[in-house]
């Protein structure tokens, strides 16, 4: 089954633990991207990867880091977590821009 | 930038009814995808209905049409005879040149029997 999986759907940790959230694609998808969904401010774009070893920033990067070292996996990194990155988060890939959007299950974080 | 606005936070519905979702946009690129996404309770986002700026026709997908007013930029989201599955939450997002979508707040719509 086609499909992105992002492990954890909860975490809770503490400010200044450092945490990754897993994502992994099964498709072979070039394009793969985060997103953060916050009440009343839909999702925006963290962070994103046209390819291996290549990543870019998108619209709120801050506090946030990721690799992508394999095709498949797209890992996001939180090295000093914060309480405003208490967030529901979302991995999605798609084959390229325009076309159909994967999204992973979402990551419910809270951050105390 | 661009920008993706709609203006409806919460609609509520019965059943079998029909219901439009608003959405509109701001951009300067003339070729784009317009997507609309829905998000259930699981919390899944779920592809309801893509469109090209290229194309003039409005896409379908069974109980699911859009208004794709390119010149007003507006994408209006129509459910025909709604069923209790529709309630979620409702996302319109714009994909340009950008390597990103651009959402907007969302509609949080509920079908009551």
């Known amino acids: 089954e086609a499909q992105v999986t992002q492990n954890p759907r909860y975490l809770i940790t503490v400010t200044g633990k450092k945490l990754t959230v897993t994502c992994s694609q099964n498709?072979?998808?070039?394009?793969m991207s985060w997103y953060r969904q916050d009440p009343g401010l839909g999702l925006r774009q963290i962070y994103y990867?046209?390819?291996?070893?290549?990543?870019d920033k998108g619209d709120v990067p801050e506090g946030y880091k990721v690799s992508r070292k394999e095709k498949r996996n797209f890992p996001l990194i939180l090295e000093s977590p914060s309480p405003n990155q208490t967030s529901l988060y979302f991995c999605?890939?798609?084959?390229?821009?325009?076309?159909?959007?994967?999204f992973g299950s979402g990551t419910r974080l809270t951050v105390v | 930038a661009q920008t993706v606005t709609q203006s409806q936070p919460e609609m509520s519905v019965q059943e079998a009814e029909t219901v439009t979702l608003s959405c509109t946009y701001d951009t300067s690129e003339s070729n784009y995808y317009l997507f609309w996404y829905k998000q259930p309770p699981s919390r899944q986002m779920i592809l309801v209905i893509r469109?090209?700026?290229?194309?003039?026709q409005n896409a379908t997908e069974n109980r699911f049409s859009v208004n794709f007013q390119k010149a007003a930029k507006s994408f209006s989201l129509k459910i025909s005879d709604s069923q209790l599955g529709d309630t979620a939450m409702y996302f319109c997002a714009f994909g340009g040149g950008a390597q990103k979508l651009v959402f907007g707040q969302g509609t949080r719509l509920t079908i009551n029997p």
């Open positions: 990867s046209m390819n291996v070893e290549v990543t």
């Open positions: 999605a890939s798609s084959l390229s821009l325009g076309k159909r959007y994967t």
């Open positions: 498709m072979n998808h070039e394009y």
């Open positions: 469109q090209e700026a290229y194309k003039q």
